[in-house]
T-cell receptor, first 112, second 114 residues
Framework: DQQVKQNSPSLSVQEGRISILNCDYT??????FLWYKKYPAEGPTFLIS?????DKNEDGRFTVFLNKSAKHLSLHIVPSQPGDSAVYFC???????????FGQGTTLQVKP | EAGVVQSPRYKIIEKKQPVAFWCNPI?????LYWYRQNLGQGPELLIR????????DSQLPKDRFSAERLKGVDSTLKIQPAELGDSAVYLC????????????FGPGTRLTVL
């Protein structure tokens, strides 16, 4: 049972435009959500997170939106840059367990 | 600050052989995680340590997998015997006592079982 789903395996956008990556979850007990970025042959690196008490968190070009009623979160990258090309994973956890449940990942390609 | 170190980076073995992976977490990080990432999937937690104690090993296939973190620093993950389905990337991560939500990952060990 996939508790965290990223239904788009890949996304291609033009440099300077907005990238929107989506993530859905099924477990209503999740209260903390994270996005990780992964380059080839490297481990995932933390990008941005959001607590369930918020609906938006912004960090520079990256903004995460959380819609709890829809059990949906999204990552917006504006403007997109070629260096943003990577695999993006969303992850969720419940309580302060440190146990992250990851989605399958979305490969983002930003074209110059 | 040095990141999470893992070795080897790549390992190719034949099925039924044993294999071991080593991880050195970031200095001061008391929590250590082992994940397995299958092709096209996200990482899945195998085991989590708080210092020397394995506090969550519910996803570790205990018939063939074992792990240890004897002095609360380095950790070793072992598979014996390996099966074809064990081919994956094995990731180690660590986090600080106050920053559990930000886990720092190593580059992983890519295991191929032939």
């Amino acid at each position: 049972d996939q508790q965290v789903k990223q239904n788009s395996p890949s996304l291609s956008v033009q440099e300077g435009r907005i990238s929107i990556l989506n993530c859905d979850y099924t477990n209503s007990m999740f209260d903390y959500f994270l996005w990780y970025k992964k380059y080839p042959a490297e481990g995932p690196t933390f990008l941005i997170s959001i607590s369930s008490i918020k609906d938006k968190n912004e960090d520079g070009r990256f903004t995460v939106f959380l819609n709890k009623s829809a059990k949906h979160l999204s990552l917006h990258i504006v403007p997109s840059q070629p260096g943003d090309s990577a695999v993006y994973f969303c992850a969720a956890s419940s309580g302060n367990t440190g146990k992250l449940i990851f989605g399958q990942g979305t490969t983002l390609q930003v074209k110059p | 600050e040095a990141g999470v170190v893992q070795s080897p980076r790549y390992k190719i073995i034949e099925k039924k052989q044993p294999v071991a992976f080593w991880c050195n977490p970031i200095s001061g990080h008391n929590t250590l995680y082992w994940y397995r990432q299958n092709l096209g999937q996200g990482p899945e937690l195998l085991i989590r340590y708080e210092n020397e104690e394995a506090v969550d090993d519910s996803q570790l296939p205990k018939d063939r997998f074992s792990a240890e973190r004897l002095k609360g620093v380095d950790s070793t993950l072992k598979i014996q015997p390996a099966e074809l389905g064990d081919s994956a990337v094995y990731l180690c991560a660590s986090s600080s006592p106050v920053g559990w939500n930000e886990q720092f990952f190593g580059p992983g060990t890519r295991l191929t079982v032939l």
